[in-house]
């Protein structure tokens, strides 16, 4: 009894291993198959689009097995999807960014769609330092334009998603992306560009344009306090805005409005103050308005690297020359020309030769007296001794006697 059940339980297995697992075996593995080329056409897309487009960023691929991108050249950071990890790499990566000094900029490759958290963080404004491009790969259309309006990525400039459209004989790659501004004043989603492994891009499009060169007539608001002969305005009362006068900034402001398509409102800061770094690293005054996104632009700032890690600048329109300062040089009383040049010591020391010399040529003379070799009053040499000392001096004393007879 015991034998037979057991054989039958052999028998059982024995059925449902060669019959039932076979084919679902193949099943899988025709489905990994499929799954297997659809990736290693993704990589050559994402590949191509990379070495196209955005050539200097370094590449982040996310959510795909790290083996499937080895023939890549160029190396690259792989990032799994796996909750707190994943999560903890994308902030590191932000915060750190800045630092990969050989690369300015980065592009996020994502071959699924990312954990909510990842995408807060890869959003978060306040770790935006570098440039970003974000580059994904969806199974439907509809998936892919959700992405592409999803509010936490209106704020930035590069995003685009691939859609594989497989056919019985044939696999084309759709690639979408958003126009941020557009005259309806929404985001609006387009087909750029196809791609397929036999024949490349279609079209030359860029897939990542500049999106801010044509702002459809929107409205922006630049934050500034008066600056002459920068930026001149008139207040008006109770309200921040102002209306600009004519100054170097608006002449500027004008001109850039002109060529990207807006108009502009010029306001005062909230707080009315150029403004200052505060301790947690973020800034209060007009860089905080533009830091905060309550103002859209500001006119007038000179670069620092302390704001160069909360705003953008545009290129520099003006230097400063500086120097260091004196008080300045006020004209002295002509009398004391004669003196300053000399300091108290050679006062000194001048003024007591000088007396030096008369006292004992007075006593020359005198003795001379005594001795009735001259008669000249012994006083006389100290007009002598002042005379030679306000006189000029010779140039040169005549060397020769003769000279000195002729000249007599
Ligand atoms: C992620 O970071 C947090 C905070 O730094 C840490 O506590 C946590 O262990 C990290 N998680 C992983 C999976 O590394
Ligand atoms: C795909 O197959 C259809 C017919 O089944 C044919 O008309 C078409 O030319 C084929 N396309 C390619 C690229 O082979
Ligand atoms: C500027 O924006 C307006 C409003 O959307 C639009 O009608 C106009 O065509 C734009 N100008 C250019 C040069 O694109
Ligand atoms: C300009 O700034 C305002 C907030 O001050 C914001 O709501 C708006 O989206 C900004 N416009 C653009 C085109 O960035």
Redesign the pocket.
């Known amino acids: 009894m015991k034998g037979i059940l057991t054989l039958s339980i052999f028998l059982f297995q024995a059925f449902t291993l060669h019959l039932v697992e076979p084919a679902s075996l193949w099943e899988t593995i025709s489905d990994r198959a499929e799954i297997q080329e659809e990736n290693s056409e993704l990589t050559f897309l994402f590949d191509a689009i990379a070495r196209m487009f955005t050539p200097h960023c370094l590449r982040v691929v996310m959510g795909m097995e790290p083996t499937i991108w080895e023939n890549w050249e160029q190396p690259l950071v792989s990032i799994q999807l796996s909750g707190e990890e994943s999560e903890n790499t994308t902030i590191f990566m932000n915060k750190n960014s800045e630092k990969m000094s050989r690369y300015s900029c980065v592009t996020y490759m994502m071959t699924n769609l990312p954990e909510n958290n990842v995408i807060d963080q890869l959003t978060n404004p306040k770790d935006k330092i570098i440039s970003r491009f974000f580059l994904s790969k969806f199974d439907t259309e509809r998936e892919a334009d959700a992405f592409l309006l999803d509010q936490r990525l209106l704020n930035e400039e590069n995003v685009a998603t691939v859609v594989a459209e497989i056919s019985r004989n044939k696999s084309e790659w759709k690639i979408m992306r958003r126009q941020l501004l557009h005259p309806s004043g929404y985001p609006q989603i387009k087909t750029v560009n196809r791609w397929s492994m036999a024949e490349g891009f279609y079209k030359k499009n860029e897939i990542f344009p500049e999106q801010m060169a044509n702002?459809f007539g929107?409205k922006?608001?630049g934050v500034t306090l008066d600056f002459l002969p920068f930026i001149d305005y008139e207040n008006i009362p109770n309200s921040r805005v102002v209306i600009p006068k004519p100054s170097l900034d608006v002449y500027i402001l004008n001109v850039i409005a002109k060529t990207l398509n807006f108009t502009y409102d010029l306001v005062m800061p909230a707080d009315g103050l150029w403004g200052y770094l505060r301790e947690d690293g973020h800034w209060v005054g007009v860089v905080g308005d533009v830091e905060f996104?309550?103002?859209?632009f500001s006119l007038c700032l000179s670069v620092t690297a302390e704001r160069l890690r909360s705003v953008d600048f545009t290129r520099v329109y003006y230097i400063d020359p500086l120097t260091f300062v004196t008080a300045k040089n006020r004209p002295q009383p002509a009398w004391l020309k004669l003196i300053t040049p000399f300091n108290d010591h050679v006062w000194l020391v001048t003024v007591s030769s000088v007396f030096a010399a008369m006292v004992l040529y007075y006593f020359y003379n005198k003795s001379e007296v005594i001795m009735k070799c001259t008669k000249k009053h012994p006083l006389t040499a100290f007009m002598d001794i002042t005379g030679s000392f306000l006189g000029q001096a010779l140039q040169r004393m005549p060397k020769l006697t003769g000279g000195q007879v002729s000249y007599k």
Do not use: E, H
């Open positions: 702002f929107k922006l608001q996104r309550r103002a859209n």
